[in-house]
Protein backbone atom coordinates (compact mmCIF):
# COMPACT_ATOMS: atom_id res chain seq x y z
CA UNK A 1 0.00 0.00 0.00
CA UNK A 2 1.70 3.36 -1.07
CA UNK A 3 1.92 5.76 1.85
CA UNK A 4 3.14 9.05 2.13
CA UNK A 5 4.75 11.11 5.42
CA UNK A 6 6.10 14.16 5.08
CA UNK A 7 8.24 16.19 7.44
CA UNK A 8 10.22 19.21 7.86
CA UNK A 9 7.42 21.90 8.79
CA UNK A 10 7.63 24.58 11.26
CA UNK A 11 8.17 27.92 11.95
CA UNK A 12 10.38 30.87 10.20
CA UNK A 13 10.00 34.50 9.40
CA UNK A 14 9.77 36.06 5.93
CA UNK A 15 12.41 35.59 3.79
CA UNK A 16 13.65 32.29 5.22
CA UNK A 17 13.79 28.99 4.11
CA UNK A 18 12.14 25.15 4.58
CA UNK A 19 12.50 21.88 3.09
CA UNK A 20 10.13 19.37 3.16
CA UNK A 21 10.52 16.04 2.90
CA UNK A 22 8.13 13.68 2.30
CA UNK A 23 9.00 9.56 2.71
CA UNK A 24 7.50 7.07 0.31
CA UNK A 25 6.99 3.61 1.28
CA UNK A 26 4.80 0.83 -0.72
CA UNK A 27 6.17 1.99 -4.47
CA UNK A 28 9.25 3.54 -6.04
CA UNK A 29 9.49 7.41 -7.30
CA UNK A 30 9.95 6.10 -10.91
CA UNK A 31 6.40 4.15 -10.78
CA UNK A 32 4.45 7.39 -9.76
CA UNK A 33 4.14 11.34 -10.39
CA UNK A 34 4.53 12.97 -7.00
CA UNK A 35 3.83 16.74 -6.19
CA UNK A 36 2.83 19.07 -2.99
CA UNK A 37 -0.38 20.79 -2.80
CA UNK A 38 -1.14 23.22 0.11
CA UNK A 39 -4.16 24.32 1.94
CA UNK A 40 -4.20 28.45 3.65
CA UNK A 41 -6.96 28.69 6.42
CA UNK A 42 -10.13 29.38 4.76
CA UNK A 43 -9.00 28.80 1.40
CA UNK A 44 -8.99 25.86 -1.29
CA UNK A 45 -6.40 23.58 -1.74
CA UNK A 46 -3.32 24.91 -3.85
CA UNK A 47 -1.42 22.68 -6.09
CA UNK A 48 2.21 23.83 -5.86
CA UNK A 49 4.50 21.94 -8.05
CA UNK A 50 4.11 18.08 -9.47
CA UNK A 51 7.09 16.24 -11.31
CA UNK A 52 5.97 13.00 -13.31
CA UNK A 53 7.33 9.35 -12.51
CA UNK A 54 10.64 9.83 -13.97
CA UNK A 55 10.95 13.87 -13.21
CA UNK A 56 11.75 14.71 -16.48
CA UNK A 57 8.53 17.14 -16.47
CA UNK A 58 8.11 19.39 -13.31
CA UNK A 59 5.72 21.96 -13.06
CA UNK A 60 5.09 25.18 -10.29
CA UNK A 61 2.00 26.99 -9.68
CA UNK A 62 3.07 30.38 -10.77
CA UNK A 63 2.72 32.09 -6.58
CA UNK A 64 6.12 29.85 -6.16
CA UNK A 65 8.19 29.85 -9.25
CA UNK A 66 11.40 31.04 -8.89
CA UNK A 67 11.29 29.96 -4.81
CA UNK A 68 10.66 26.54 -4.28
CA UNK A 69 12.05 23.64 -6.02
CA UNK A 70 11.05 20.05 -5.67
CA UNK A 71 13.76 16.92 -5.74
CA UNK A 72 13.94 13.35 -4.99
CA UNK A 73 16.77 10.72 -3.63
CA UNK A 74 15.66 7.60 -5.31
CA UNK A 75 18.28 5.99 -2.66
CA UNK A 76 16.05 7.01 0.31
CA UNK A 77 12.38 7.01 -2.02
CA UNK A 78 12.34 10.70 -0.69
CA UNK A 79 10.72 13.50 -2.36
CA UNK A 80 11.83 16.99 -1.12
CA UNK A 81 10.26 20.01 -1.33
CA UNK A 82 12.92 23.40 -1.08
CA UNK A 83 11.43 26.35 -0.23
CA UNK A 84 13.09 29.77 -0.30
CA UNK A 85 12.33 33.62 0.31
CA UNK A 86 9.30 32.13 1.97
CA UNK A 87 6.28 34.59 2.52
CA UNK A 88 3.31 34.65 5.34
CA UNK A 89 1.06 33.82 2.24
CA UNK A 90 2.84 30.48 2.00
CA UNK A 91 1.47 29.95 5.00
CA UNK A 92 -0.70 26.62 5.21
CA UNK A 93 -0.63 23.09 5.62
CA UNK A 94 1.81 21.19 2.91
CA UNK A 95 0.52 17.73 1.90
CA UNK A 96 2.44 15.43 -0.43
CA UNK A 97 0.49 13.14 -2.63
CA UNK A 98 0.66 10.93 -5.33
CA UNK A 99 -0.85 9.91 -8.32
CA UNK A 100 0.33 7.68 -11.60
CA UNK A 101 0.18 11.01 -13.33
CA UNK A 102 0.37 14.75 -12.89
CA UNK A 103 -3.58 15.35 -12.03
CA UNK A 104 -5.12 18.43 -14.66
CA UNK A 105 -6.38 19.93 -12.16
CA UNK A 106 -3.35 19.92 -9.86
CA UNK A 107 -4.65 18.47 -6.50
CA UNK A 108 -6.84 15.36 -8.21
CA UNK A 109 -4.44 13.05 -6.52
CA UNK A 110 -4.91 9.61 -5.60
CA UNK A 111 -2.99 9.33 -2.65
CA UNK A 112 -2.01 11.79 0.60
CA UNK A 113 -0.28 11.76 3.31
CA UNK A 114 -1.08 13.80 6.61
CA UNK A 115 0.44 17.27 5.98
CA UNK A 116 2.76 18.82 7.71
CA UNK A 117 2.02 22.64 8.83
CA UNK A 118 4.28 25.69 7.93
CA UNK A 119 3.81 29.23 9.04
CA UNK A 120 5.37 32.43 7.64
CA UNK A 121 5.69 34.92 10.51
CA UNK A 122 7.59 37.03 12.30
Known amino acids: QLQLVESGGGLVQPGGSLRLSCAVS????????IGWVRQAPGKEREGVSC????????TYADSVKGRFTISKDNAKNTVYLQMNSLKPEDTGVYYC???????????????WGQGTQVTVSS
Open 51 to 58: SNSNFGDT
Open 26 to 33: GTTLNFHA
Open 97 to 111: AAAWGCPYDNIGYDW
